[in-house]
């Protein structure tokens, strides 16, 4: 239980990195489209997780405002519903229908896990177009959330180089 945990806090935290790296001048708009569609997923995941309807889309059209309000909505229901779960519910399964219409039946444990990998999966996409952009991404790396130490970056790499010599 305690890794899940440390999982979604992970996701909490590096949402809120991604949201600071697209507050940079000159991020392309594709950018803030992927966040918003990582926010969704969580939103989409999580109602399916509660056996409720979801009231955002997949890939939903946000404003960076908005971004900030819903992962933050995002991080209070997780929060929630991880305080609810026991180790013994990891294992019940839920039945749900995709955005395709297919229907599936996942233990919640998995589910958990594939939310969080989708979003690292798609932060690191988000840096790369930051980066491309011409601006620096927040580093949103699992260690660096553990170790609370920013994990190195281009930047500081190209600096220790220098230093090196």
């Known amino acids: 239980m305690n890794h899940l945990r440390m999982l979604v806090d992970h996701m909490a935290w590096a949402d809120?990195?991604?949201l600071d790296s697209l507050r940079q001048p000159g991020v392309p708009q594709r950018a803030i489209d992927c966040y918003a569609h990582v926010l969704g997923c969580e939103h989409v995941w999580l109602a399916r997780l509660e056996q409720r309807p979801r009231t955002v889309p997949v890939?939903?059209?946000?404003?960076?405002?908005?971004?900030?309000?819903?992962?933050?909505?995002?991080?209070?229901?997780?929060?929630?519903?991880?305080h609810r779960l026991t180790s013994d519910d990891l294992r019940r399964i839920v039945?749900?229908?995709?955005s395709a219409?297919?229907?599936?039946?996942?233990?919640?444990?998995d589910?958990?896990?594939h939310v969080a990998m989708h979003g690292s999966y798609h932060r690191g996409q988000i840096s790369l177009l930051v980066r491309d952009?011409?601006?620096?991404?927040?580093?949103t790396d699992l260690i660096a959330f553990v170790r609370g130490a920013p994990a190195a970056t281009q930047a500081s790499a190209a600096r220790a180089r220098v230093h090196d010599r």
Not at 133 to 139: D, F, M, T, V, Y
């Open 101 to 109: 219409g297919d229907e599936f039946d996942n233990a919640i444990e």
């Open 133 to 139: 952009a011409g601006a620096e991404p927040q580093p």
């Open 16 to 18: 809120e990195r991604v």
């Open 95 to 98: 039945h749900y229908r995709n």
């Open 59 to 82: 890939w939903p059209s946000l404003t960076l405002e908005e971004c900030a309000q819903l992962a933050e909505e995002n991080r209070r229901a997780f929060l929630a519903y991880l």
């Open 111 to 113: 589910i958990l896990v």
